[in-house]
């Protein structure tokens, strides 16, 4: 059994510092907050493998470039702000964990993991995208527009 218990000294409930990002990864960030920002479900959607996995919260999975432009449409616009906490890769799959806020909000609402693949030399593409709120959503201000 693997149990997670905080750092000695860190506080539970601790802000995770900011992980630096090599430029291949910190641009599937900022290519995803863009998209996001936008509105524009059909970026968001290049910017997953051909037979990824979207994973929210209180949403069944969704599977497929298409199936996932079709869940962003309308639902993707905002101030969003992704940072990465810890990353690791290898030649075809890595992954990132992070956190994320809308706008000038002073604290991150949510977290997420994107698992990411690619052919070799090729750029990173996000295979599943699993987020969840730190709260339960009717405690959560609206985000700022």
Do not use: C
């Amino acid at each position: 059994m693997l149990v997670a218990s905080p750092l000695r000294g860190q506080s539970p409930l601790a802000e995770l510092p900011y992980a630096a990002l090599p430029a291949e990864l910190d641009r599937v960030l900022r290519d995803y907050e863009h998209a996001w920002r936008a509105g524009d479900a059909t970026a968001l959607a290049s910017l997953f493998a051909e037979d990824g996995f979207i994973l929210q919260s209180n949403r069944p999975p969704v599977r497929g470039r298409s199936a996932i432009q079709a869940a962003y449409e309308g639902q993707a616009v905002g101030p969003l702000q992704l940072r990465a906490i810890a990353f690791a890769t290898g030649d075809t799959i890595g992954y990132i964990i992070g956190t994320y806020r809308y706008g000038s909000a002073p604290n991150d609402i949510g977290k997420f993991t994107l698992t990411l693949r690619r052919a070799p030399g090729e750029p990173w593409l996000i295979y599943s995208d699993m987020d969840n709120l730190n709260t339960t959503p009717g405690s959560q201000r609206p985000p700022e527009q």
